[in-house]
T-cell receptor
Framework: GQQVMQIPQYQHVQEGEDFTTYCNSS?????IQWYKQRPGGHPVFLIQ?????EVKKQKRLTFQFGEAKKNSSLHITATQTTDVGTYFCAAPGGANNLFFGTGTRLTVIP | DSGVTQTPKHLITATGQRVTLRCSPR?????VYWYQQSLDQGLQFLIQ???????AKGNILERFSAQQFPDLHSELNLSSLELGDSALYFC?????????????FGSGTQLSVL
């Protein structure tokens, strides 16, 4: 099935610092989604990227889809304690299922 | 609240036992996905159903089975349980299960096999 590699696995930042997580695929993706899972919670959809080179912003979050549609990134500017959680990218596999990356667990130190 | 309901929230059982996890999708959603999340692990896709029919299968063990009923709720059956089956099991639903649809997740069932 589809495999998406995500790095880093863990990231600790001081509150106010920036944070970036990267998602890479060996194959071209039709689209990519990002989810956030708060500690003790369930994954919640953040955004979907479809077009080559697409950039979308949600307040302090910036999502990018690579020109070759094989990689994506999520950047958070000036992290806050509310940003704590695990961020997953997810990409369609064959037969309409959705495969998730390994996730990046973000810890924000006040 | 995502609108997806999973029961029970917690389940504690012994090795060799059999359990059933239940999921009710959002109103109007026809497709249900099951995922397994072990400690510090990502989300492993198990199986997908659409309108009662199996649509896609992931890394689901032979000891595990699932079905989707006419009222669209789904059940995941885990048998001959092993310690390694301890995990958080999520159900998610979408309208039609097509590629690119966003998933709405339930709160999960935490399974502990002792």
């Amino acid at each position: 099935g589809q495999q998406v590699m995500q790095i880093p696995q863990y990231q600790h930042v001081q509150e106010g610092e920036d944070f970036t997580t990267y998602c890479n695929s060996s194959t071209t993706l039709s689209n990519i989604q990002w989810y956030k899972q708060r500690p003790g919670g369930h994954p919640v959809f953040l955004i979907q990227l479809v077009k080559s080179g697409e950039v979308k912003k949600q307040k302090r979050l910036t999502f990018q889809f690579g020109e070759a549609k094989k990689n994506s990134s999520l950047h958070i500017t000036a992290t806050q304690t509310t940003d704590v959680g695990t961020y997953f990218c997810a990409a369609p596999g064959g037969a309409n299922n959705l495969f998730f990356g390994t996730g990046t667990r973000l810890t924000v130190i006040p | 609240d995502s609108g997806v309901t999973q029961t029970p929230k917690h389940l504690i059982t012994a090795t060799g036992q059999r359990v059933t996890l239940r999921c009710s999708p959002r109103s109007g959603d026809l497709s249900v996905y099951w995922y397994q999340q072990s400690l510090d692990q990502g989300l492993q896709f198990l199986i997908q159903y659409y309108n009662g029919e199996e649509r896609a299968k992931g890394n689901i063990l032979e000891r595990f089975s699932a079905q989707q009923f006419p009222d669209l709720h789904s059940e995941l059956n885990l048998s001959s349980l092993e310690l390694g089956d301890s995990a958080l099991y999520f159900c998610a639903s979408t309208t039609s299960g097509g590629a690119g649809e966003k998933l709405f997740f339930g709160s999960g069932t935490q399974l502990s096999v002792l």
